[in-house]
């Protein structure tokens, strides 16, 4: 197996509703031209942005997009390049602090979301999945229903002690169901570094994960 591409990556910022939106974008933006970022030209501000760009992509670099979603109250990171987006995440994140913004106060909480295309060398997605979840499905059966597989599976956790959680769901690609999986993940967590500990760690848990569903 190998892991083809993640569409895309997001890393985000659920930012303190407190925030005044309209000065953190007129300061980051300012701040990401000095750093040579492409920024976006147009500038709107208030019960406007709500209404016709709810999602503003503020600059671009290296294929990616920084973003102020005004109705998730995020600041994304968003590409599809892992490594770029880790990379720019921790740039904008050293920026906030040089523009008047202390990180633990600013930001409620960080995540990553992204879906995985995972390319199967072997058997199918789906014969991976019957073969390592044993179900007996005849109690199950519909007379004009053929066919019953395991088309999925989701795992997920949580620390009740911080609120971090993790949620992960695997199934075939809906567009490659005969040669690859889809992996949909969500990784939240109050502590940045922790959000940079998981990043670098994802490729080879991902793998070993779906290593141990190959070889059931």
Do not use: C
């Not at 000065?23 to 209404?51: D, M, N």
């Not at 789906?126 to 989701?154: A, H, P, V």
């Amino acid at each position: 197996m190998q892991i083809e591409s993640y569409e895309p990556y997001h890393i985000g910022n659920k930012l303190n509703p407190a925030t005044n939106f309209d000065s953190l974008k007129k300061k980051l933006k300012e701040k990401l031209q000095t750093a040579e970022y492409k920024i976006t030209e147009e500038t709107l501000s208030g019960q406007q942005v709500i209404f016709d760009k709810p999602i503003e992509v503020l600059g671009l670099k290296n294929d990616v997009r920084i973003e102020l979603n005004h109705l998730a109250q995020a600041l994304n990171v968003i590409g599809t390049n892992p490594e770029n987006v880790s990379s720019i995440y921790m740039e904008i994140n050293s920026f906030l602090p040089e523009i008047g913004y202390e990180i633990e106060n600013l930001s409620l909480f960080f995540e990553i979301v992204t879906s995985i295309i995972v390319k199967s060398d072997g058997k199918s997605p789906k014969e991976i999945l019957n073969d390592s979840i044993k179900l007996n499905m005849g109690s199950f059966f519909i007379n004009d229903i053929q066919n019953t597989n395991i088309i999925g599976i989701r795992i997920g956790g949580e620390n009740t002690e911080n609120d971090n959680n993790f949620t992960l769901s695997i199934e075939p690609s809906t567009t490659s169901p005969n040669s690859r999986f889809m992996l949909n993940l969500r990784y939240r967590s109050k502590d940045k570094e922790n959000i940079q500990i998981f990043h670098q760690e994802l490729d080879e848990k991902i793998m070993q994960l779906l290593t141990q569903l190959e070889w059931k």
